[in-house]
């Protein structure tokens, strides 16, 4: 098998595993990691919590994006069990920044009871980010 055969036959397991139906139950979110939401997934995961969720409107391409990144992994594991951190890629889930109003990013905007409820725009560092989300009590 080639190296090009067995990262097709690696892809279409991910898509795969992916793809597949959600136990009953079972939550969108995980706390204390950084969740990646997508335009279908994203009403869905937004609807089964009650603590807030801070999401990060991002793109491959962008270096402040790439520069938050570790601020928003350490948010996630800080705010495990009070706050849900997830990721959305605006290029691949256009509907969703188009539907929040994102025109710049990274931009950060978190939810309480599934709607927005604070913003940031730029690489605002991670002491405004937990200050946005309110050091995230239930």
């Given amino acids: 098998m080639s190296v090009d055969d067995e990262i ?15 136990p009953e139950g079972a939550s969108l979110l995980k706390p204390g990691v950084v969740n990646v939401l997508t335009d279908s997934s994203f009403a869905k995961a937004l609807s089964e919590t009650g603590l807030p969720v801070l999401v ?15 601020a928003v992994d350490q948010l996630a594991s800080e705010l495990s069990g ?3 951190v997830a990721k959305l890629n605006v290029d691949q889930n256009p509907a969703t920044a188009v539907r929040f109003g994102v025109m710049s990013i990274p931009n950060f905007i978190v939810f309480r009871g599934g709607r927005p409820a604070g913003q940031a725009v730029g690489a605002v560092g991670k002491h405004s980010l937990l200050q946005l989300v309110g050091g995230a009590s239930p």
Avoid: G, T
Wanted: charged letters at 35%; glycine letters at 0%; aromatic letters at 12%.
């Fill in 56 to 70: 990060d409107f991002w793109a491959e391409w962008c270096a402040p994006c790439r520069m938050m990144a570790p």
């Fill in 82 to 84: 009070r706050a849900y």
């Fill in 8 to 22: 097709e036959k690696i892809k279409k397991d991910m898509m795969k595993r992916m793809m597949a139906p959600q």
